[in-house]
Each structure stands twice: as C-alpha cells, then as structure tokens.
T-cell receptor, first 113, second 114 residues
C-alpha cells in the first residue's frame, strides 16, 4: 500500500515539446504529492506539489494534474528545454508521517536541442 | 527555498574506516531529518528518520550499528558509516522538513570505499 508507481522510466522530448510523467498510488491516506527534480550528483529539489483537494496546480512551465478517483497524478512540463534534462521523481506522503516521503522510481528526461 | 547543507560532497575512504556526513538546516530549525541512500539510476531509499534529542528510527534492513545517526541540535544531524566496506559505496542524501510539509534535500554525499 505504500507504493508509488512512476512511468515512463525514460523519456526523450524535442525542445519546445511537452513532457508528461505519470504516477499512481495505492494508499488513499496520502494527502501530499510533490515532484522533485534531480541533476546528476545533486540532491533532489522540490519542483511543485499538490494536495488532493485540487485537481490541478500550475507553476510556470510545470503543471501537476491530480485525479483522486483514479489515484493518479502527473507532471506536465510545457515548452521543454534542454536544461530540463534531469531525473524526475514523484512522491507521496500522509499526515502524521513527519513528511516521510514514498518516492516513485524516477523518470530520466532528455530534452533534445 | 530553505537551504539544507550537506558535507562533504564526496569522500573516498579505505575499507574498515568510519566516515561522518553532516546535514545542516541553515535557515530553519528541523526537529526531524531523514537520511536516504541512492544507487545509480535508482530511486531514493529511506534509511532512517532522525529526531532531535531522541534515537533515530531505522527502516527495516538498515543496520543501526553500521549507520549511526545523531541529531544533537535542531539544525544538525550526522550520519556515521562505521567500518565502511565497498558495498557501502553509494550516494547518501539527507533531508529536513520545514514547517508543515515541505521537505528540502541536501546536495548529497558520494561515498566511495576502496
């Protein structure tokens, strides 16, 4: 019940295109869903996060879409740039866990120039 | 965003020696910090939860006598890999929770045990 499944494992997108990464969770007690970006040799950096009381959240080129009934959420990167090339992790946590995150398996995004 | 500083960024040591990694929250107090391990091209694996002033909580399968965690203040947690062996070589990352929900990560420590 603690799993967060992430797909695809890798993604190649042309510059200017839209990158879409999907995650699905099982534990309905999860109430916080962040996305992290990680460059090689660095720690993850928080990109954007959403709570289940909203269906979409947008920050700049990054948008989270959330489907509570399907227990799925996704990250959309609009106008993808080569500098967006990194590994992206979705995660989930629930109240009372001191924000102990359950991470997805990661998606290696490559944006071609 | 909040800053979590992790030091050192890279360490190479001989088998059998101990290595200490520091994690500091620079601009906020963190009652709880987390330590993760990450292998190449894999996700983060939670090793332990570090609570200020009390014993750390270790995840199943993590040897608490090998990975010693100390959270002596609200801004500092340390992870000591004792009697390191080549199989302990990995990328170690700490994180700290600021306020209610946001989790910020350190820049990671690449440990190589020869």
């Amino acid at each position: 019940q603690q799993q967060v499944k992430q797909s695809p494992q890798s993604l190649i997108v042309q510059k200017g295109g839209i990158s879409i990464i999907n995650c699905a969770y099982e534990n309905t007690a999860f109430d916080y869903f962040p996305w992290y970006q990680q460059f090689p040799g660095k720690g993850p950096a928080l990109l954007i996060a959403i709570r289940p009381d909203v269906s979409e959240k947008k920050e700049g080129r990054f948008t989270i879409s959330f489907n509570k009934s399907a227990k799925q959420f996704s990250l959309h990167i609009m106008d993808s740039q080569p500098g967006d090339s990194a590994t992206y992790f979705c995660a989930a946590a629930y109240s009372g866990s001191a924000r102990q995150l359950t991470f997805g398996s990661g998606t290696q995004l490559t944006v071609l120039p | 965003g909040a800053v979590v500083s992790q030091h050192p960024s890279r360490v190479i040591c001989k088998s059998g020696t101990s290595v200490k990694i520091e994690c500091r929250s620079l601009d906020f107090q963190a009652t709880t910090m987390f330590w993760y391990r990450q292998f190449p091209k894999q996700s983060l694996m939670l090793m332990a939860t570090s609570n200020e002033g009390s014993k750390a909580t270790y995840e199943q399968g993590v040897e608490k006598d090998k990975f010693l965690i100390n959270h002596a203040s609200l801004t500092l947690s340390t992870l000591t890999v004792t009697s390191a062996h080549p199989e302990d070589s990995s990328f170690y990352i700490c994180s700290a929770a600021k306020g209610g929900e946001k989790l910020f990560f350190g820049s990671g420590t690449q440990l190589s045990v020869l």
